[in-house]
Structure formats: C-alpha cells, structure tokens
C-alpha cells in the first residue's frame, strides 16, 4: 500500500504509535492525533515529511468537528480513519459509579462515534475509504471485573458493524480489531509476568489493522478480528 491520507486516534498511547510508524512503513502520510501534540512529538520527529500532529478531546463532539474542519481547510482528505483512543479501569456492576461508568463510555465509545461520524461524511463523498476501530477481548469474552470497559468496547464493536453497513454503497470499509492484553512497557510494569508472556506485541496488532485498511482486505468490511494471540 502506497500514497493516501490516515488519520490515528490515540496516536500517543503505545497501539496508536504503533499503527503510525506501521502506516509510514506502507507509505501512507499520516495525522496522529493526540491529546496534545507532545504525545506526539517523538513521531513527528522520526517522520517529519510523513506525520503531522493535531490535539483535541475527542471525547468533546465540537473539539472533534473543530479538527476535521481544520483538515477541511488544509485539503487533507483522509483515506482512512484508525480509532486507537481509549482507557481502561476495572470493577464490578456493583463496584462501579457513576464516574466509572461516564469516563469508560466517554473514552472508549465517544472518542470512535464522533471520530467515525466525521470521517463517514468526507469518506462517502471521497467514494470510499476504510475506518478500522479498536475494541477488546473482554467486549466478547468474559470481562467480569471490567464491566464499564467491556461493555463501553462491545457498543465499538456494534458501531463499527452498523457503520459498515451504512457506507457499503459508498465504497467505505469498515472493520474492528480486539486486541487483548497488549506487550508494552506500561502493562509490564504492572502485570504479572506470567500474564506478559501471552501479550501480544503492539506492532503485531498495527499490522493487522494497516492491513485491513489496504487494497488486499478489500473484501472485508463489518468483520470482527481477534488479534489477542494465546488469551
């Protein structure tokens, strides 16, 4: 895969990076986005004629709108949108608040909605596209102990099947990926090591997910992949 426009959400975070550097690899330019543009800088750096940065919320639908305008107004048209925003904290139905439930729902589900609202609009008048969201394991598999989690990822990976089937007739391909664990540097400082052994690399998940965006994966849209290896 060569040429076009992506767009990354979570650009900072470990996945995020990840899909960014995979993206450049393929030879697609790439706008990560981030929070501020700090979390960021490190790729900015390592692939000045590749990757620009932009920060908003996007948990905020207006700060979200802001930035595809600005996009609008530098004619950068994106070809594909990767949703790798998200966070995660545990506890039970009963466990859980108020605030646990708002912040998993504001992070996980928010930040992809109004991301995917925005790039749906340009990509069906572009007359095609492919939008790659990142949901989770525990969204079809267990979760106890991650409720607010797991269910804010399962309404991911709904929206994403739902949206495949409204861009169909527009040529936009829509898909998720459900990484479990991910081996990064953050979850090996806090997991056991037994547990680490099973993650699967950050970069082995990017791969996946810039494959499905590429002319190879054209017949797959409303998929759901797993890509948490041996969990």
């Not at 706008?31 to 692939?47: F, K, P, T, Y």
Request: negative net charge; hydrophobic residues 50%.
């Amino acid at each position: 895969m060569s040429g076009g426009l992506a767009i990354v959400t979570g650009a900072g975070g470990a996945l995020g990076h990840a899909v960014v550097t995979e993206f450049v690899a393929t030879g697609v330019r790439v706008i990560a986005v981030a929070r501020s543009v700090e979390d960021v800088a490190s790729l900015v750096a390592a692939h000045p004629d590749a990757v620009a940065a932009e920060a908003a919320d996007l948990t905020d639908p207006d700060e979200v709108a802001a930035l595809w305008q600005r996009l609008d107004e530098r004619g950068a048209v994106p070809n594909f949108l990767v949703n790798t925003a998200g966070a995660y904290r545990g506890g039970t139905l009963v466990e859980s608040g108020v605030d646990d439930y708002r912040d998993m729902f504001a992070v996980n589900i928010d930040t992809a909605w109004w991301s995917c609202r925005e790039a749906a609009r340009r990509m069906s008048e572009l007359g095609g596209g492919g939008i790659v969201n990142v949901a989770s394991r525990t969204a079809v598999h267990g979760g106890a102990g991650s409720i607010a989690y797991a269910v804010a990822k399962a309404a991911v990976i709904k929206l994403s099947q739902v949206l495949a089937d409204e861009l169909k007739d527009a040529g936009v391909r829509v898909n998720a990926v459900l990484p479990a664990v991910i081996d990064t540097p953050a979850n090996a400082a806090v997991m056991p090591a037994a547990r680490m052994t099973k993650a699967v690399p950050a970069e082995s998940i990017a791969k996946v997910i810039v494959f499905l965006c590429g002319p190879d994966a054209s017949p797959i849209s409303g998929a759901v992949i797993p890509a948490y290896g041996r969990y």
